[in-house]
């Protein structure tokens, strides 16, 4: 990276960063009409690597679409909530040969997921889902500017942070795509590197992620 701008990633195009993290960062805060199109391009890494989908109450047009028998009580959510599992090899029932059979309908869950936070604060998925592993050590993101340069550098140091400091939340560690995602919605906190005083930042960031 230089301040002129340049890129970060492993070839796949990401598109800009800064306008992909107002747009990721208005979608994590669910802000009516909020969307990121994710140039997946046939990629179904993320609907066969073991990973349940949460359906929640309201999603009609998905329970709709999704056959009764597929759909079971969300651990430890309120009621109403449900998942939709995978199968032995890791794939999402609802996905066909030539992708998800009920895309125009697919649950919040799955319009949310895009798999370049993982990119953006360089968090490895783990060695369980390698599919979505390749796919993020692909993704360049272009920066333009010193604010993205500062706006990523930032996103990084949160993600090491919740890394090395995560214990020490109220919820412990998250997964690596929440973590991900945490460290986009608390990055202003380290726009000036890693913090002097960690207690400080685990208090607040506490407090944001309540
Ligand atoms: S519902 Fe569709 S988009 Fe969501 S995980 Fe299943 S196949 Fe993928």
Redo the contacts with the bound molecule.
């Keep these: 990276m230089s301040g002129g701008g340049g890129q970060v990633g492993g070839g796949r195009d990401a598109g800009a960063f800064g306008p992909w993290l107002g747009s990721m960062l208005a979608v994590l805060r669910d802000q009516p009409g909020a969307t990121v199109d994710v140039p997946c391009d046939g990629c ?1 890494a ?2 066969e690597s073991s ?1 349940f ?1 949460l359906v929640e109450p309201d999603e009609h047009a998905a329970r709709s679409m999704i056959p009764a028998e597929l759909l079971f009580p969300a651990p430890g959510a309120p009621e109403g909530y449900s998942v ?1 599992p995978y199968d032995e090899h890791g794939r ?4 066909g040969s030539s ?5 125009e309908h ?2 919040r ?2 319009r949310a997921y895009d798999c370049r936070v993982l990119a953006a604060a360089g968090v490895d998925p783990g060695p369980e889902k390698p599919a979505i592993g390749r796919r993020v050590a692909e993704w360049t993101f272009r920066v333009d500017g010193a604010e993205d340069e500062v706006a990523l550098s930032a996103v990084r140091s949160a993600a090491v942070f919740l890394e090395e400091h995560g214990d020490e939340l109220p919820a412990g560690t998250p997964p690596p795509t929440q973590l991900a995602a945490m460290a986009l919605e608390v990055h202003d906190l380290f726009t000036g590197g890693p913090p002097a005083e960690p207690s400080e930042v685990i208090v607040e960031l506490g407090r944001r992620l309540r």
């Design positions: 179904t993320c609907c990973q989908v939709l999402c029932p609802m996905l992708g998800c059979l009920i895309y697919r649950p869950t799955c």
